[in-house]
């Protein structure tokens, strides 16, 4: 725990001096612009040296140690294609089962996209980061590492579905889609979020999602046919966490108040602003479904530019400074619940952390050869 903290601590500190709007200008770089690289180098090593030094931590991480056990002796396993060609391909460089090395491999794609995606889109990096630590991203990547290399990928393609480059968006996607399959969602979900609705679209998708509560037999059997390793299992039991409804409602209420001058004219907001009304539709009535939490992450990770975004388009300074601290204190609770009731639970179990240096490595139980 304390050294989740540590980290988290360190690296919001480093990003507070980092400024994303500062320009290379006449070829000349600038104090700034070294501080800049300076601090990003250092979020990004420690990040990556916590995610790529640990050892069974994280609920599916022996699980992933038997699939890339399989996955050598050509067995057959429920992880996409590109998931299987990595470890091939690091296992054929590496000689024998270095399991290590394809950790570390998703942990240094996953954090170095996150980070480029939150510099190059955030109003302010120091306050983007800072909700991306708190809201327990990082953290949680320790344990399904294809979601959330998939969900770091959704969230560097944004840029393209606010800019029309469709073609390019649906190359990350499907790329991406090659490490977990459940990213092909956010093609027709980012593309509804990019829509200016009007009302009557707006009635016709209410009455659509009202067909979630009486044919939820339908939407399951929907849901196993995708992936059918679900059956019988308690992946099937879905169920989602008020702590995401209570969040996603919130921000909704804040972007409400900040509509007419943040949100209605701009192109950006708006998108994030059909995001977060989209998970928290899904959160509310679709909470029977297995995957809803995974689907709806792919929404609400802009939250940590919503926000930020909102904050900085109030006018008057004392509520602007009022919400920010509000935020922010919010922030904080919620990584502290998440710290002290989530991570060692069954479903995460990201603690105690270990790593390969002090404990033993974790033991191959499959009897394929």
């Keep these: 725990m304390v050294i989740y903290i540590s980290v988290a601590a360190l690296t919001v500190f480093l990003g507070l001096t980092v400024d994303n709007h500062c320009r290379i200008r006449r070829g000349m770089v600038s ?117 959330y290399l998939a969900l770091a990928i959704a969230v560097y393609a944004i840029p393209c579905v606010l800019r029309k480059g469709w073609g390019k968006f649906l190359l990350l996607v499907l790329l991406g889609a090659t490490l977990h399959k459940s990213l092909l969602v956010v093609f027709p979900l980012y593309i509804l979020a990019s829509f200016a609705w009007k009302k009557w679209q707006l009635a016709i998708a209410a009455v659509f999602c009202s067909t979630f509560f009486f044919m939820q037999d339908f939407y399951l059997k929907a849901v196993v046919f995708l992936y059918p390793t679900y059956e019988d299992t308690e992946y099937l039991e879905g169920g989602t966490s008020l702590v995401n409804i209570v969040r996603c409602l919130a921000v909704f209420v804040l972007s409400l108040l900040c509509y007419k001058r943040s949100v209605k004219d701009n192109r950006r907001n708006r998108f994030y602003f059909y995001c977060n009304l989209g998970a928290l539709v899904m959160y509310v009535c679709c909470s029977f479904l297995p995957v809803i939490s995974r689907i709806g992450y792919y929404l609400t ?30 922030a904080v609770l919620y990584f502290g619940m998440f710290i002290l009731m989530k991570a060692g639970g069954d479903g995460l179990r990201i603690l105690p952390y270990e790593t390969f240096m002090f404990h033993e490595m974790v033991p191959i139980l499959s009897d394929v050869n």
């Design 31 to 147: 104090r700034q612009q070294m501080l800049n690289a300076l601090c990003l180098c250092g979020i990004f090593f420690i990040l990556f040296a916590v995610s790529a030094c640990r050892l069974n931590v994280g609920n599916d991480y022996a699980k992933y140690v038997e699939f890339m056990h399989l996955i050598r002796c050509d067995a057959f396993v429920p992880t996409e294609i590109g998931f299987n060609q990595i470890v091939k391909i690091l296992y054929g460089i590496s000689g024998f089962e270095n399991y290590l090395l394809v950790f570390a491999f998703f942990a240094f794609f996953t954090i170095l996209l996150f980070l480029i995606a939150i510099y190059r889109q955030a109003d302010s990096f120091a306050f983007s980061f800072f909700l991306f630590m708190a809201f327990g991203y990082y953290f949680q990547s320790f344990n399904t590492v294809r979601y």
């Design 301 to 330: 990770i802009t939250h940590i530019f919503f926000l930020p975004a909102l904050l900085s388009g109030i006018e008057n300074p004392k509520l602007r400074k009022l919400l920010t601290a509000g935020v922010a204190s919010a």
